[in-house]
Structures are given as C-alpha cells and as structure tokens.
C-alpha cells in the first residue's frame, strides 16, 4: 500500500498529521466579553471584547496592535477579576481601520477567569 505524503500506517490504520486543533493545549469558545487591556509598564488602557478564550488565554479584538512579548494585565469588570498575560504572536488580522486581533496567554494558570468551564483537553 503506497501512503500518501505526510501519512503514517500505524497497525493498519491509516492516520493524517495532527492539525492545528489537535495540537492545541487547550480548547477554546467563541465567546464576546468586554474587557480593559492595562500596557505593563505604559499608562495606556485599551478598551476591547474576546473573540475566542480558553483556559490559557484568548484572541483579543483591540483598537491597537501590540508587539510580540507586550506584558499586559487584562480586566474582565463583568466578573471583578485581573489576570497578567504576554502577547504571544504578533497581531494576526487588522479588523477594519480600528481593531487588531491580539492573542496573548495567562503568565500563571488561570482557568476560571473567564467565569466558563473548560472540559480537559482529550490531547
């Protein structure tokens, strides 16, 4: 049986390279929550909403671009709660002339912080 490329036979079943989703430590929700983006370091606070969050993190939607490695401390005011985190990849997307998607991950487990429950991860 010829594979092919990038596919493996493991005792006869054919499997595909892991994806994306496979691969990630965490699963994520589509879910819209406001919340307050204090720079580390800056006197700027940006105003913004999630657009994706799991329990490592969330892809922010914001009105600026921040670089990769940017410390900030994110405000979810519906829940009273803070959590630092670190952009982890510069912004993905402008969405439209006045927002960014920002990605960015908890520096310390956080996994209620977004006041929703994450099944584990079958990974």
Same mark, same amino acid.
């Given at each position: 049986?010829? =594979? ?9 079943? =054919? ?14 929700? =589509?879910?819209?929550? /406001?919340?307050?983006? /204090? ?11 999630? /657009? ?7 892809? =922010? ?63």
């Amino acid at each position: 049986m010829k =594979l092919p490329p990038n596919a493996t036979a493991t005792r006869g079943v =054919l499997t595909r390279p892991p994806t994306a989703e496979d691969r990630r430590r965490a699963q994520r929700a =589509l879910l819209r929550i /406001h919340v307050v983006v /204090h720079v580390v370091g800056k006197g700027n606070t940006l105003e913004g909403y999630t /657009h994706t969050v799991s329990a490592s993190g969330a892809m =922010l939607i914001i009105p600026e671009a921040l670089p990769e490695g940017t410390l900030v401390t994110i405000e979810n005011p519906k829940a009273q709660s803070k959590a630092e985190a670190r952009v982890v990849r510069p912004p993905q997307m402008q969405m439209g002339h006045e927002s960014s998607l920002v990605p960015v991950e908890f520096t310390s487990p956080s996994p209620n912080f977004w006041g929703i429950f994450f099944p584990p991860s079958t990974n």
